[in-house]
C-alpha cells in the first residue's frame, strides 16, 4: 500500500512555537531544510508534497530509499523545519502542489484570511 502526504487547497501555518517572525532561508544547503528550501524556491506549484520528500530522500540516501520511501506513513510537510523553525507557510494548490509563502508576506495573510483555503498548524517543536 502507498501513503500519501499530498493536501489540497491547503496552508501549512508556521509553527505556533516557531521563532523566527521574518522568513530566512536555511543557512546550510545539504540539511533536509536546506534541501526543501531550494527545490520549492526554484519550483514554486510545481512539486507535490510526495514528489518533494520523494526527491529529498534520493538525493540523501539514493534511488532505492526513495522508491521504498511511501511504502509505510511518512510525516508530511507540517513536520518541515521551513515551517517549524524557519519561518514558512506552505501552500498547496487544488492539483496539491507546493510553494512557499513567507510568513510576513501579504500572500500569507491572505490565504490566512481566506475561508477556501483549509489550514493546517505546523508541528510544534517542543511539546510544551
Known sequence: MSHSTNYRTTLITVAADCAALLSAPPAKPGTVAGMQYEMLAA???????????????????????????????????????????????????????????????DEYARLLADPEVKKRPGMRSSRN
Open 43 to 105: 519550483r514554486p506549484y510545481q512539486l507535490t508534497s510526495d514528489e518533494l520528500l520523494r526527491a529529498v530522500e534520493q538525493a540523501r540516501k539514493g534511488a532505492d530509499a526513495a522508491a521504498r520511501l511511501f511504502d509505510k506513513p511518512q510525516a508530511c510537510l507540517r513536520a518541515s523545519p521551513l515551517v517549524k523553525q524557519y519561518g514558512f507557510g506552505l501552500h498547496h494548490d487544488a492539483e496539491a502542489r507546493v510553494a512557499l509563502v513567507p510568513v510576513e508576506s
